[in-house]
């Protein structure tokens, strides 16, 4: 090793220097990120138990709904709505209106991406509906609903028009 | 610029507090999760912020607890995760274009270097080098004295110097260049 060379990487600056712009060049991929808000709650990149927290923290609004609904899509299969928009359809499917005003949620496929997106109504805490979010199981820790409290699984069923007592006594 | 609400801490630091998640975690998913925490706690945690730290310092405090916390969870997360996978019929995992660039770029980076320091050092040099803190500052956000601090980042500079010395064969391009990136 030269003595050029010897100084050079004997001299920590280098690597301050260098730690320094590698971070500003990866903080480029993060510059338009932003937490999300009662008004641009995005269920596809969080936990659902996130966005109903964050729902209730920025807005007041009841998103436990979605959340609660998601928990009950997988153990409880038989209560959802599929929607299976066919081949050919492009982008996400967003869900369509409820079909009944207890019918909050829906379940259709994505076949741009390949996977299932559970498409669900938010709603705000008098349950009127307040737009609808979207997620994709694959990409998210799932929530398990087994270790929500019995109120909570109740609510959650009951959201979705099921009986708490016949579906948890049978499927859960 | 002084900051008098959460809301306002949190949209100007989420983008770099995400950025110190994944130099953390170096997964783009558990990092939008730490930091999206980090954004719920600090709101829900501001009126109980007294104002004897910098906002910006407690708010890092907040993301590093979480950190730690999320670390002593990630077994039990992983096994979640393959657990509903697998029940499920889905892929875990579905990187996207800028993920895979993202993620490129930090192993091009000397900062894939300081992924293999031991977490206390990795934890001071993130703060140090890539949110500019204060050695008093990252004193406060881990709470431990300035003097650890120092400590820590001076180890964690000679490990980094050592690996490059190690690691680069003498040839026509310096050690200089190849920290820089600039040798194939």
Sequence with gaps: MTKHHTDSVDNLDIIEESLREDANRLLTHFALATPASAAEVRPEQRSPRFAAQAGLLTSGGLLIAASALLMVHSVHPSSRTDTDNGPGHAGVAMATAPQRPDDVWSMSMDPAHGQGAIVFQLVDEDGAPAGLGIYYPAQQVPIDFSQLSTSEQEAALRLIGEDPEEVMTTSI | ?184
């Design chain 2, 1 to 184: 610029m002084d900051i008098v609400d959460p809301e306002s801490l949190v949209k100007q630091y989420y983008p770099r507090i995400l950025r110190t998640a994944y130099l953390l975690s170096r997964d783009r998913l558990e990092a939008e999760d730490l930091a999206q925490e980090t954004a719920l706690q600090a709101m829900k945690g501001w009126a109980r912020f007294e104002g004897k730290s910098e906002p910006a310092t407690w708010l890092y405090s907040i993301a590093f607890n979480l950190y730690g916390k999320q670390l002593r969870s990630r077994d039990r997360q992983q096994a979640r995760r393959f657990q509903w996978a697998e029940r499920n019929g889905q892929q875990l995992t579905s990187e996207t274009a800028d993920d895979a660039a993202l993620r490129r770029e930090l192993h091009s980076s000397l900062w894939n270097k300081v992924a293999q320091l031991p977490d206390h050092q990795k934890h001071a040099v993130v703060l140090r080098y890539a949110e500019d803190f204060s050695v008093k500052q990252i004193a406060e956000i881990l709470n431990c004295p300035e003097g650890t601090v120092k400590s820590r980042l001076h180890h964690a500079l000679q490990q980094l110097k050592d690996e490059m010395t190690n690691e680069f064969p003498v040839d026509d391009c310096g050690p200089e260049s190849r920290v820089r990136g600039e040798c194939t």
